[in-house]
Each structure stands twice: as structure tokens, then as C-alpha cells.
């Protein structure tokens, strides 16, 4: 986690983007990559993976190949760098889809491990003072970053930040080596395609709750559409240059783990629900904070609300699909969570567009609507999925 702060596609990523030439189609391209590419994959692979007694091995298996294509687009900064800048562009998308399809296709394992690994009332907590120490990486990653940018020529301050997040990155790899799976975990024997999408189908005509908290969830899934263009904002609206990339990052980490204390607390003593709400709520503040911000000092406010969602939404919505699902449906509900929502962060595309022809004040508006309707369905038709939440 906090390799992946220092090229954040978020701020990191936009910014180098938008210094290479691409403009804001080329970043709701990313933002579409981002999430689709994450979510989508996912739904073969819990296929596979709710067939697994061991989950272990595929986590680390998937993630490894994942951590290369960062290696790679280092590789692709050294080589044709800004003298090549369509080459460049091209080839980063083209690698950074891949990084997310294979980190599509872990995520279902590595849920599943961490699940089978923490008690229920338990990982609310352990996931935010996760969150909270990679932040304190994050922090010292944050500053160097701002140093690469104004120390080397572009784009070799971003390259080395690459190199950076690829040995962090392959240190959790091998730290996860270090887990252990005591016990089998339950399986489901396997199914046809036809017979797994038809099971798919059936969870969502049978569990009424699950279906409600997708409903309410959808909106808020359109309300992350301004995540990738606070950056280009910034930047062009207050004239500033790539150093200020990094203050960015350092309030998103700040932010990240702030909210992922919080709301980790809130989500093991008074359940997922809540916390999702607050997570929710921070990025309706992000957005409106940025049509308001008059200088760039108040505007970094909106890196922090953006880091509070990030760091802390994400998980606890995953948390909220695992405990709807039995046990031995964990990685499915969660896959299907994702690939129901997927289609969504297309959104992104449309925020390109928006903000290129309205502005992205209109950008920004449209995102605190979908945020404020979005915690509307929240309370109004979803129920928390623990009968009673255990406080300890």
C-alpha cells in the first residue's frame, strides 16, 4: 500500500499523464482502466477461487506477476521517456491494464485469505491500522516524491518513483510468504460456466439485502468520478508546478489512514453500514471543497477527504459482501459486488468529457449529487448484514 501511494493513480499517474500531453480523455481512459480492470476479472476468477481449499499460493502467484508491470513501466520512462510521447502514453495504459487485471484476479484470493484469517469483528480494525502504518510509508514516500520530481528531468523523477513502488511492492510478496492457512477453507464443487453465472443470477433474485446495498452502492460509484481529474486541476487552475504532485499524495496518504482508524473503529463497534456512510461522506466534502478552494493550500483539503474515502470505503464494502455471503461464497459475492459495479467507472470517461466542455465545476456538482444519493439509499434501504454488532 504504500508503494502503490507513490505512483497513485489518483495524483501520481494523472500528473504524468498530462506532462506527457494526454489530456482529460487520456485521464478518464485511466480512471475507466483503474477500476474495470480491477473489478471485472474478478468474476472468472472467483470461479476459480471459491474451488480452492488453499488460497495462499494464488494470492502471491497473481500478485507477483502483477508487481512486474511496474518494474516494466519504469523500464518504459527510462527508454522513450518524453521524446517519445505518444509511444510512452500508449504503453503505460497499455501495462497499467494489465497491472489491474492481474490484480483483479488475485483480489478474490487475497479476500478470501484475509476473511479465513480475521474474526468478523476483528477486521474493521486490523485493515485500518493497515491502512495507518502503510500511511506512515506513504508519508516518507510522499515527500521523496516531491524531491524526484524537482531533482531530476522528467519523466526520470517519475521513473524512479516506479522503481520504488516495485521494491516495496515485492517486499509484500514476500512478507505474505510468512502467513500461514491452519485449516482448508470450505469449497463448492465445480461448476459449468452456464451453472456458475446461473448461481450468480440467483443470489441476486434471492437476497434481497445484497441487492439493496447494490442499489445504494451505484451511486456512490459514480460520485468517485472526479478522483483522477483533482490533479489536472489543481495544477492548471492554480498554475502549479509537478512539485506540488507529491503535497497531493502526502494529504491523500494523511487522509487514507486518518479515515481508515476511524472508520475501522466505527465499522467493528457499530457496523459496516455506518462506516460506509462516513467513508461516502468524505468524498461529497472532496468535491465540494474543490469548487470552493480559492488557493492551493485550501484545495489540498481535498486530497485529505479523497485519501479519508479511499482508505477506507473500498474495505469496508468488501467487509459488507462477505458477511452477506455464506462462508464458501465469499470470493463470489465480492466478484459479483465488482463486476455489477464495474460498468460504472466508465463514468470516468464522461468526467473527461465534462470536464473538457462544462468545466469541471459542473464535474465536480454532478459527483456531490451522486454522493448525496447514494448515502440517501444507504440509510433508507440498507440493512447491516450483522444481526448484532459485536463491540469489544
Known amino acids: ?21 494526454g489530456n482529460n480523455m487520456v485521464v478518464g ?19 476459480y477461487a471459491q474451488r480452492q481449499q488453499w488460497k495462499k499460493k494464488w494470492a502471491i502467484r497473481w500478485g507477483l506477476f502483477q508487481r512486474i508491470n511496474v518494474l516494466l513501466i519504469m523500464c518504459v520512462l527510462f527508454i522513450f521517456g518524453a521524446d517519445h510521447q505518444s509511444v510512452t502514453i500508449t504503453l503505460i495504459l497499455l501495462l497499467f491494464t494489465v497491472h489491474q487485471i ?17 474474526e ?33 528531468d522528467f519523466p526520470f523523477g517519475y521513473a524512479i518513483a516506479f522503481s520504488i513502488t516495485f521494491i516495496l511492492q515485492l517486499i509484500s510478496i514476500l512478507l505474505q510468504f510468512g502467513l500461514v492457512e491452519e485449516t482448508p477453507s470450505h469449497t463448492i464443487a465445480t461448476e459449468t460456466l452456464s451453472e456458475y453465472f446461473a448461481s450468480l443470477k440467483s443470489v441476486l433474485k434471492n437476497n434481497r439485502e445484497f441487492r439493496n446495498f447494490l442499489y445504494a452502492s451505484i451511486p456512490l460509484t459514480l460520485a468517485v468520478m472526479p ?24 494529504m ?46 485550501i484545495f489540498y483539503g481535498v486530497f485529505l477527504f479523497m485519501g479519508m ?52 465545476n459542473w464535474l465536480f456538482g454532478l459527483a456531490m449529487g451522486c454522493s448525496f444519493i447514494g ?14 454488532v459485536k463491540a469489544v
Open 29 to 47: 481512459a485511466l480512471i475507466v482502466i483503474t477500476w474495470v480492470g480491477l473489478y471485472l476479472p474478478q468474476i472468472f476468477a472467483a470461479r
Open 120 to 152: 468478523p469483528h476483528l477486521r474493521g480494525r486490523l485493515a485500518g491500522i493497515r491502512t495507518a502504518i502503510a500511511g506512515i510509508g506513504a508519508l516518507f514516500g510522499s515527500l521523496l516524491l516531491s524531491k524526484l520530481l524537482i531533482q531530476f
Open 309 to 360: 474515502n479511499l482508505g477506507s470505503e473500498l474495505m469496508i464494502r468488501h467487509n459488507i459482501a462477505m458477511e452477506y455471503a455464506p462462508v464458501e461464497r465469499r470470493s463470489t459475492y465480492i466478484a459479483l459486488m465488482n463486476m455489477i459495479l464495474s460498468p460504472f467507472y466508465v463514468s470516468g470517461l464522461l468526467g473527461g468529457w465534462i470536464s473538457e466542455v462544462f468545466g469541471y
Open 252 to 297: 491523500m496518504v494523511v487522509g487514507q489512514g486518518t479515515g481508515a482508524l476511524i472508520n475501522g473503529f466505527v465499522a467493528d463497534h457499530f457496523g459496516n453500514k455506518v462506516a460506509l456512510i462516513s467513508g461516502a461522506s468524505a468524498m461529497f466534502f472532496a468535491s465540494l471543497l474543490g469548487t470552493l478552494s480559492g488557493s492551493i493550500e
Open 102 to 118: 492481474l490484480m483483479g484476479i488475485a483480489t478474490p484470493f487475497w479476500f478470501d485469505m484475509f476473511a479465513k484469517l480475521t
Open 1 to 21: 500500500m504504500a508503494g502503490a501511494a507513490v505512483v497513485a493513480p489518483h495524483t501520481v499517474l494523472p500528473a504524468l499523464l498530462t506532462r506527457l500531453g
Open 375 to 388: 448515502i440517501l439509499l444507504m440509510i433508507l434501504i440498507v440493512n447491516e448484514p450483522r444481526i448484532k
Open 227 to 250: 478522483a483522477g481529474f483533482f490533479t489536472v486541476y489543481g495544477l492548471h487552475h492554480f498554475a502549479a508546478d509537478d512539485s506540488v504532485v507529491g503535497t497531493f499524495t502526502l
